[in-house]
Nanobody, 127 residues
Framework: VQLQASGGGLVQAGGSLRLSCAASRFPSGFSFSSYSMGWFRQAPGKEREFVAAVIWSGTRRSYGDSVKGRFSISRDNAKDTVFLQMNNLKPEDTAVYYC?????????????????WGQGTQVTVSS
């Protein structure tokens, strides 16, 4: 499975960004809906942090404590894409954001339980 993240950039505090992650190259007999999806981030000098995850159907979601109420994860199985809408951004949200796919119907908040990773997209929030 190949994951291509996009949508990062430079934004002022209080602004918004929408990240996208397009998935492709699924194993024979499987599709995007065979995978739960997650977003993680990593700031310089820090460990990778769970941001959000969504199950295969899009009906259940989970968020990291630091982004609850500001970020929203969604997916479009017809377009093989997962999104992360980020509102009211803060300088501490500055990081490289990674999307990940897990070959399970349920999601996980642990990065070592994901099977595929995108290349990351930089988000920088200025104060």
């Amino acid at each position: 499975v190949q994951l291509q993240a996009s949508g990062g950039g430079l934004v002022q505090a209080g602004g918004s960004l929408r990240l996208s992650c397009a998935a492709s190259r699924f194993p024979s007999g499987f599709s995007f809906s065979s995978y739960s999806m997650g977003w993680f981030r990593q700031a310089p000098g820090k460990e990778r942090e769970f941001v959000a995850a969504v199950i295969w159907s899009g009906t259940r979601r989970s968020y990291g404590d630091s982004v609850k109420g500001r970020f929203s994860i969604s997916r479009d199985n017809a377009k093989d894409t997962v999104f992360l809408q980020m509102n009211n951004l803060k300088p501490e949200d500055t990081a490289v954001y990674y999307c990940a796919a897990r070959f399970r119907f349920s999601f996980s908040i642990y990065d070592n339980e994901y099977d595929y990773w995108g290349q990351g997209t930089q988000v920088t929030v200025s104060s």
